[in-house]
């Protein structure tokens, strides 16, 4: 669990703002994903990186950009695009594989609309 | 592409009885079949998983059972107590896939 981390754990957007939330990870994993979770909802993957300089669109990624010029850091940036961006975001990071299965989680950020 | 379908949604059982929770899914291909459990804010984590070449797999008051002419899947917790109240997840890939297919998600709640 310690091996990946997510700041802020609350985090606060006004309207037409763009925000980065941050995913920093130690545990030398090649893959990190990025899900949106809505109350009482399950996991929507929003982009994945396999390696560094590289990633890809997941199911939501409209309104999301992200980068991966580290291995250690996948940052996401919720942009004014993202009309409801209210929302519970967990990182996530595995070795890529035929472990990729075996994915860490990090404890999240809340993004909050004001 | 893979999709994963759980159920119940929801589950309610009295404190020491059982809970099954059951996922299908639709490509024959996938061979490793996570379940993560999620407390009420917090992250995902990983209980168990299966893979294709095993049909059944226990870890203390859990198991796994894996269907793979049926393409369906089952979380089994006995003894339920307090603590196994949260959201369970199910999740599968295929060898070789970038990217796990969740399920839905089941809130599970253990009546004292």
Known sequence: ?114 | GENVEQHPSTLSVQEGDSAVIKCTYSDSASNYFPWYKQELGKRPQLIIDIRSNVGEKKDQRIAVTLNKTAKHFSLHITETQPEDSAVYFCAGVRQGAQKLVFGQGTRLTINP
Not at chain 1, 2 to 28: A, D, M
Not at chain 1, 36 to 48: A, E, S, T
Not at chain 1, 88 to 113: D, E, H, K, M, N
């Open chain 1, 1 to 114: 669990d310690g091996g990946i981390t997510q700041s802020p754990k609350y985090l606060f957007r006004k309207e037409g703002q763009n925000v980065t939330l941050s995913c920093e990870q130690n545990l030398n994993h090649d893959a990190m994903y990025w899900y949106r979770q809505d109350p009482g909802q399950g996991l929507r993957l929003i982009y994945y990186s396999q390696i560094v300089n590289d990633f890809q669109k997941g199911d939501i990624a409209e309104g999301y950009s992200v980068s991966r010029e580290k291995k250690e850091s996948f940052p996401l940036t919720v942009t004014s695009a993202q009309k409801n961006p209210t929302a519970f975001y967990l990182c996530a990071s595995s070795i890529t594989g035929a472990s990729i299965g075996t994915q860490y989680f990090g404890p999240g950020t809340r993004l909050l609309v004001l």
